[in-house]
DNA sequence: GCTTTTCCAGACGAATTTGGTCTGGTTCGC
DNA sequence: GCGAACCAGACCAAATTCGTCTGGAAAAGC
């Protein structure tokens, strides 16, 4: 009953490329570092969402990735489908799958539901909402780096230096 | 993001035992032959059911399984957190694990979001609103042996011969 | 007290999924 | 042409899932 790493990092990801004007063009590396990813996995998840069409890539040098539309109009249920394929809480639930009980259970019935609310709240959410409220968790981590080598065992997570809001 | 096939078995299991007047003891294998679960699997999982004080269990010749409460009094989401341990859709909002960034990560915040409507959705519905609507997958699978037989290609699942709903 | 029947506890293991890495390409700018 | 960057997929280790199996232990009945 967990997201998966990939759809994390994927939604972490396109955090860092919305936090910047529209159509900047970014390396996988520079994402990594803000967002505390692993290199070559963001790598991948990125080639699925551009197939999705919520990224573009650019090869070659001063090449990288770019978003392909406005961060509000990208809902988290979008970057999380590309990656993990579409929710599903049971394989009755499943297109492809399905089960021949479907009918007649009512834990089909109940799974459906539930998942049905998830979908909404993921529908709902736009990539722009996250980023809003986000802080790049490679700050985090660098702050708590260096406070430990000053002896202060807990940061107390000050206004957070984050760039300031594209003027729009 | 599915929910494990234990808790499936778990929550079809009990439809199967809320099917009978409330206290009635029975085996394992009779429970497993209506709603088509493997055997010694259903075993093991009324087991976590017992410990959570859903079930009770009953040793020595003539003893089985039967329900501890009335299905009305429990919940879907106490049985499936019996069996898979509390829904935690990221380690951040697992007790246990955690996560250092949780204080300022935007998804984190999302994904509590979901999670609670989940468990409001599983929380709400108790085994007796499952056993009101559910047709027991074994008979179903019965059936569809039989028609097939007779060659009739698709069952219309007609009103079923579930046993009447006890006079209380 | 012996036997039978049932659950109990946990070890065991195959199959699948997850969480990545690596390599050999391909495309682009220069 | 060269180097920088993505692309496509093979590959792999670890974890999890989905069970099975075995040797008990308790209860009932004789
Ligand atoms: S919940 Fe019911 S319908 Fe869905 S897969 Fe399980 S048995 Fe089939
Ligand atoms: S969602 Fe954010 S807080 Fe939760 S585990 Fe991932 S990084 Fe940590």
Redesign the interface.
């Given at each position: 009953?967990?997201?998966?790493r990939a759809a994390?990092y994927g939604?972490?990801g396109l955090?860092a490329l919305a936090r910047r004007p529209l159509g900047e063009v970014v390396m996988i590396e520079t994402l990594c570092a803000e967002e505390?990813i692993p290199n070559s996995f963001l790598g991948k998840i990125l080639q699925s969402l551009a197939k999705a069409g919520i990224v573009k890539s650019a090869r070659g040098s001063g090449g990288g990735f770019s978003l392909a539309r406005t961060p509000t109009e990208v809902t988290?249920l979008e970057i999380i489908e590309a990656i993990?394929g579409p929710?599903?809480?049971?394989?009755c639930l499943d297109e492809d799958l399905g089960c021949?009980?479907s009918?007649?259970?009512?834990?089909c019935?109940?799974?459906s539901?539930?998942q049905e609310?998830?979908r909404?709240?993921?529908g709902r959410?736009t990539l722009s909402?996250?980023?809003?409220?986000?802080?790049p968790?490679g700050l985090?981590?660098q702050a708590?780096n260096r406070s430990s080598e000053t002896a202060a065992p807990v940061m107390p997570?000050d206004p957070?230096p984050v760039q300031p809001a594209p003027a729009s």
């Open positions: 009953m967990q997201i998966t994390e939604v972490l955090t505390d988290a993990e929710i599903a809480f049971q394989r021949e009980h009918g007649g259970c009512a834990l019935a109940l799974l539901e539930a609310q998830v909404e709240v993921f959410t909402d996250l980023t809003g409220r986000h802080i968790n985090v981590r708590r997570l957070v």
